[in-house]
């Protein structure tokens, strides 16, 4: 993907206009359905990633760190490459407040990694857009992964979950069907639409299976 891509997120309204020459994927019923993998870049030399905290849209900020958490936990399954996790209560988290929607030069990426004080091939930002717990239980994310070695766009990722959703049901099915295997997983399938950190850890399940 060329310079003017570099900042590209995907919004779902806009995807028929989107810079040409960009890879989407769209694989419905089974992972998020739209997302960007750069097709010029490894994803296996990314060394180590840090995952700043979300920033919050929604009428409930506690949940950016639950996301954060489980975006964490189903990427360190896919062992990628490693993480770190830059929390809102971490000193560094302040110097770190990314404009998702930029582009990054040389200083700034400089800047970034001398402020995470660790050595970090990459960085996973992005936005809760929208959170509403149950009984309607729904959520939007917006995130890129963007290599601060050249401030190319690696990933990037923009979805709605609505639990009310028949196909996001289906999804839940068989989500817990690959996962559990087990007595159980109907009681867990409808827990998702109840739980809003069970609901995270699915959508987290389906951002991972991008990568």
């Avoid at 302040?94 to 050595?119: H, P, W």
């Avoid at 936005?127 to 990037?156: C, E, N, S």
Wanted: proline share 4%.
């Amino acid at each position: 993907m060329g310079s003017s891509g570099k900042g590209l997120l995907l919004a779902l309204a806009l995807l028929p206009v989107l810079v040409s020459g960009c890879s989407i994927y769209r694989v419905p019923g089974s992972v998020a359905d739209y997302y960007y993998l750069n097709p010029d870049k490894d994803l296996s030399a990314i060394g180590r990633v840090a995952i700043v905290e979300l920033d919050n849209n929604s009428s409930y900020p506690e949940v950016s760190l639950d996301v954060t958490e489980a975006l964490f936990q189903a990427l360190q399954k896919k062992q990628l490459f490693g993480l770190t996790v830059v929390s809102q209560t971490d000193p560094q988290w302040r110097s770190l407040q990314f404009d998702i929607d930029s582009t990054y030069g040389l200083e700034q990426l400089v800047a970034v990694r001398n402020a995470l004080k660790m050595r970090c091939d990459a960085v996973l930002i992005g936005t809760i857009t929208g959170f509403q717990p149950y009984p309607h239980i729904a959520m939007g994310l917006r995130l890129k992964l963007v290599d601060l070695r050249d401030g190319q766009l690696l990933w990037a990722l923009e979805q709605v979950w609505d639990g009310a959703d028949k196909v996001t049901e289906y999804r839940i099915k068989n989500y817990f069907r690959s996962q559990m295997r087990s007595a159980a997983a109907p009681l867990n399938e409808a827990m998702v639409t109840v739980s809003s950190r069970k609901f995270f850890k699915f959508v987290a399940y389906e951002v991972a299976e991008t990568l």
